[in-house]
């Protein structure tokens, strides 16, 4: 298995880092050709507006969702802010791989950044989980399943293939999210 880390901005080096930790063989994507390569791929947090920026630039937008309709991809913060299907400004175009309306920076600025013990609904552990200039999830469809909530809003969600997270599970040295999403890809 090779998972792909879209590395346009934001912190994709974490995520190395945790795949690493997992054993699981990555690449860096910057384009299609690499794209394809992969079986499963991580989009990082960062900015959503830059990240959105550079996936069009780089001619990336519709094989992001052509490989969506059979692979797995991740989100994390910006980076689910970018698979969103609705968002509260017009600046980040939203690919539309996963069905959740997204109000960025919800959760404060960047000096309101904060970490919580969450639950998942698959571990009995608690996750210590780093928010940071993090978007509120709006559920459209019931095609959605709901892995942690937050103050009762969903911070963790998942359709069949795709998984997003308003927090960044590269933070930590907690791997119980990698290792989720890596299964994600095997299905
Ligand atoms: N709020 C940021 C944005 O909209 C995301 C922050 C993050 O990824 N930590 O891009």
Redesign the pocket.
């Known amino acids: 298995m090779l998972v792909g880390i879209l590395a346009l901005q934001?912190d994709y080096f974490l995520h190395m880092q945790a795949l690493d930790k997992l054993n699981v063989k990555h690449i860096l994507v910057r384009d299609s050709k690499s794209l394809y390569k992969t079986d499963g791929l991580i989009i990082p947090?960062?900015?959503?507006?830059v990240i959105s920026k550079m996936i069009y630039r780089n001619n990336m937008n519709n094989d992001l969702i052509k490989y969506a309709k059979s692979n797995s991809i991740y989100g994390t913060?910006?980076g689910a802010?970018v698979m969103s299907s609705k968002i509260n400004d017009y600046i980040v175009k939203p690919l539309k791989i996963i069905n959740v309306q997204v109000m960025?920076?919800f959760w404060g600025r960047q000096i309101h950044s904060f970490s919580e013990n969450i639950k998942l609904s698959f571990t009995k552990k608690y996750f210590n989980a780093t928010f940071?200039?993090?978007?509120k999830f709006k559920i459209l469809s019931n095609d959605l399943t709901i892995l942690s909530n937050m103050e009762n809003e969903p911070i963790l969600i998942r359709n069949k293939k795709h998984l997003i997270s308003s927090f960044?599970p590269e933070i930590g040295n907690d791997l119980s999210i990698h290792e989720y999403f890596v299964k994600m890809i095997d299905k």
């Open positions: 934001g947090g960062g900015e959503s507006t913060c910006a802010i960025r920076n940071i200039r993090a978007p960044h």
